[in-house]
Nanobody, 117 residues
Framework: QVQLVESGGGLEQPGGSLRLSCAAS????????MGWHRQAPGKERELVAS???????HYADSMKGRFTISRDNAENRVYLQMNSLKPDDTAVYYC???????????WGQGTQVTVSS
């Protein structure tokens, strides 16, 4: 089992920045990919960004250039730096991890990000 705990969400003004953090614990050695997803009210959950154990990254098109995913293997943490925030970025952000394949195996409880003036 892998446990994931997100932190760093909150209220930010449009154009501002936030940094989300995800702390992983448990059977971490089995994990190959970690990702950030988000779910806005009334919308389906979507992938924001992912990163492999080798540091290869993938971003959803709408986040490219604004969001940066990174990981600290020594601290078992994954980060999501979000810049130039927009009201449409308002959502619950989830950290997730998977071994292989398309489906993520483990999920955090989520952290709320609200972008509003």
């Amino acid at each position: 089992q892998v446990q994931l705990v997100e932190s760093g969400g909150g209220l930010e003004q449009p154009g501002g920045s936030l940094r989300l953090s995800c702390a992983a614990s448990g059977s971490i050695s089995s994990i190959n990919v970690m990702g950030w997803h988000r779910q806005a009210p009334g919308k389906e959950r979507e992938l924001v960004a992912s990163i492999t154990i080798y540091g290869n990254t993938h971003y959803a098109d709408s986040m490219k250039g604004r969001f940066t995913i990174s990981r600290d293997n020594a601290e078992n943490r994954v980060y999501l730096q979000m810049n130039s925030l927009k009201p449409d970025d308002t959502a619950v952000y989830y950290c997730a991890a998977k071994k292989f394949g398309l489906k993520y195996d483990y999920w955090g409880q989520g952290t709320q990000v609200t972008v509003s003036s």
